[in-house]
């Protein structure tokens, strides 16, 4: 089936650092979406974008819909301890309306 | 805060027994989902629904069955549990009409098969 490739993993960083996480396929994609989850809750969406080429921020947080459509970035500016989490990346491909595909996830851990 | 719930929240049960898991929305959204997250794999989509009576398997749909009788609530029920079937489950709903169906997780069901 169709699969979203993210990495990294995980990643361990020092407060105040700036992080990139990203997400390929060999799918294009219609809308790119990015969640965060943190432990014991459901995941909260942060980021979505709907056009190949958007570049979207939320606070601290920018998104890219890359222009090939088969990809996507998330960057974190200025880390805080808060940012702790797993961040997952979601895509919506066509002719499956409604249904998203997941990435594996990235966790982050911050260090004071 | 998408009004989503889920119940129970956690559930422990034993091999071979039916176990039903309730999702229930506040907000009448035509879509809504049922995922499993397990460590590795992300969150994996069990069965979505797109209208009351109206449901379809995803990608993890082996020994699971859904039921929508009313736009509110999506019930998921492993009809004889496994111990593979351990996980954590997550609904989802999405508005239908939007560019992107962005979905809303509720706070998940942590289940456990002995």
């Known amino acids: 089936g169709q699969q979203l490739n993210q990495s990294p993993q995980s990643m361990f960083i020092q407060e105040g650092e700036d992080v990139s996480m990203n997400c390929t396929s060999s799918s294009i994609f219609n809308t790119w979406l990015w969640y965060k989850q943190d432990p014991g809750e459901g995941p909260v969406l942060l980021i979505a974008?709907?056009?190949?080429?958007e570049l979207t921020s939320n606070g601290r947080l920018t998104a890219q819909f890359g222009i090939t459509r088969k990809d996507s970035f998330l960057n974190i500016s200025a880390s805080i301890p808060s940012d702790v989490g797993i961040y997952f990346c979601?895509?919506?491909?066509?002719?499956?309306?409604?249904?998203?595909?997941f990435g594996q996830g990235t966790t982050l851990q911050v260090k004071p | 805060d998408a009004g989503i719930t889920q119940s129970p929240r956690h559930k422990v049960t034993e091999t071979g027994t039916p176990v039903t898991l309730r999702c229930h929305q506040t907000?009448?959204?035509?879509?809504m989902y049922w995922y499993r997250q397990d460590p590795g794999h992300g969150l994996r989509l069990i069965h979505y629904?797109?209208?009351?009576?109206?449901?379809d398997k995803g990608e993890v749909s082996d020994g699971y069955s859904v039921s929508r009788s009313k736009t509110e609530d999506f019930l998921l029920t492993l009809e004889s549990a496994t111990s593979s079937q351990t996980s954590v489950y997550f609904c989802a709903i999405s508005r239908a009409g939007g560019p992107g169906y962005e979905q809303f997780f509720g706070p998940g069901t942590r289940l456990t098969v002995l």
């Open positions: 979601a895509g919506q491909t066509p002719g499956n309306t409604g249904k998203l595909i």
């Open positions: 974008l709907y056009k190949a080429g």
């Open positions: 907000e009448n959204h035509r879509y």
């Open positions: 629904s797109y209208g009351v009576k109206d449901t």
